[in-house]
């Protein structure tokens, strides 16, 4: 079993920055691409950026410039620094990845349990 464990949400003012992070655990024997979604009330899960394994980036049109994805694969972590943040921003962001699982020998996606972002203005 693979297991995501996200840190480093909290409340912040608007203007201010944080850091996520991602590490994937357990029996971990191969991922491709991770990244972070959001989810708010009464919206679907969206993506926000993604990253390969060659480091390969992907951004929402509303985080471009103000959100850097990054990951250290040796570390089975993913890491988003979100800069410039504003009350819109505020959810629950997800970890996803990528994982191969020995057992089924196939790559399933994966989802951490989630990280309170609060953006007060």
């Known amino acids: 079993q693979v297991h995501l464990v996200e840190s480093g949400g909290g409340l912040v003012q608007a203007g201010g920055s944080l850091r996520l992070s991602c590490v994937a655990s357990?029996?971990?024997?191969?991922?491709?691409?991770m990244g972070w979604y959001r989810h708010t009330p009464g919206r679907q899960r969206a993506l926000v950026a993604d990253i390969t394994t060659t480091g390969r980036t992907n951004y929402a049109d509303s985080v471009k410039g103000r959100f850097t994805i990054s990951r250290e694969n040796s570390k089975d972590t993913v890491y988003l620094d979100m800069n410039d943040l504003k009350p819109d921003d505020t959810a629950v962001y997800y970890c996803?990845?990528?994982?191969?699982?020995?057992?089924?020998?196939?790559?399933?996606?994966?989802w951490g349990q989630g990280t309170l972002v609060t953006v007060s203005s």
């Open positions: 357990g029996s971990v024997f191969d991922i491709r691409t």
């Open positions: 996803n990845a990528e994982s191969y699982d020995d057992y089924q020998k196939r790559y399933r996606s994966l």
